[in-house]
T-cell receptor
């Protein structure tokens, strides 16, 4: 049973298009995250939601808009795609709580290629 | 601001040899530290984490790490490398925030294991 799943796994699209990536977790976690991994494998957090409320919003272009319909789902919509958006996007989830030591469980990633 | 530095973007060892991957942290408060592994074309998997309970932390697959406050280090070791250990390894520091935790990753170390 997949704990954190993402769709699609691969996404190839043209500049200027709008696309969405979906994430679902079946771990019963309260908190979900989006990360971007660039071509040099550098990982950076983009957003995080706790019980459908945005708690982390890093310096990300406003073309990126996360949406959490419920605490098991966190989607990422990207408008007007640019070449620099090409990357692997990872979804993750963790238990909620004030402590910073809860393990984050990662999805398999979505490789986005913008042509 | 918290950060981690991983020394050596590429490390190569022989099968059966000691694995040592270096991570130094910067934090004004006692840190929560993690090591994650990423196999090719997969998401990240937690190897181990430090939460101040014990300075020597044992993880999965025979890996362990020692927290040394005096050296601000959290190096990852494994006594005997196996071919299956070849992967990208990430050190990360976490800060609790609003019900989740914000992971700040190092730049990663690619481990190559040779026969």
């Amino acid at each position: 049973d997949t704990a954190v799943s993402q769709t699609p796994k691969y996404l190839v699209t043209q500049m200027g298009n709008d696309k969405s990536i979906k994430c679902e977790q079946n771990l019963g976690h309260d908190t979900m995250y989006w990360y971007k991994q660039d071509s040099k494998k550098f990982l950076k957090i983009m957003f995080s939601y706790n019980n459908k409320e945005l708690i982390i919003n890093e310096t990300v272009p406003n073309r990126f808009s996360p949406k959490s319909p419920d605490k098991a789902h966190l989607n990422l919509h990207i408008n007007s795609l640019e070449l620099g958006d090409s990357a692997v996007y990872f979804c993750a989830s963790s238990q909620g709580g004030l402590a910073g030591y809860n393990e984050q469980f990662f999805g398999p990633g979505t490789r986005l290629t913008v042509l | 601001a918290q950060s981690v530095t991983q020394l050596g973007s590429h490390v190569s060892v022989s099968e059966g040899a000691l694995v040592l991957l270096r991570c130094n942290y910067s934090s004004s408060v006692p840190p929560y530290l993690f090591w994650y592994v990423q196999y090719p074309n997969q998401g990240l998997q937690l190897l181990l984490k430090y939460t101040s309970a014990a300075t020597l932390v044992k993880g999965i697959n025979g890996f362990e790490a020692e927290f040394k406050k005096s050296e601000t280090s959290f190096h990852l070791t494994k006594p005997s490398a196996h071919m299956s250990d070849a992967a990208e390894y990430f050190c990360a520091v976490a800060r609790g925030t609003g019900g989740g935790n914000k992971l700040t990753f190092g730049t990663g170390t690619q481990l190559k294991v040779e026969l």
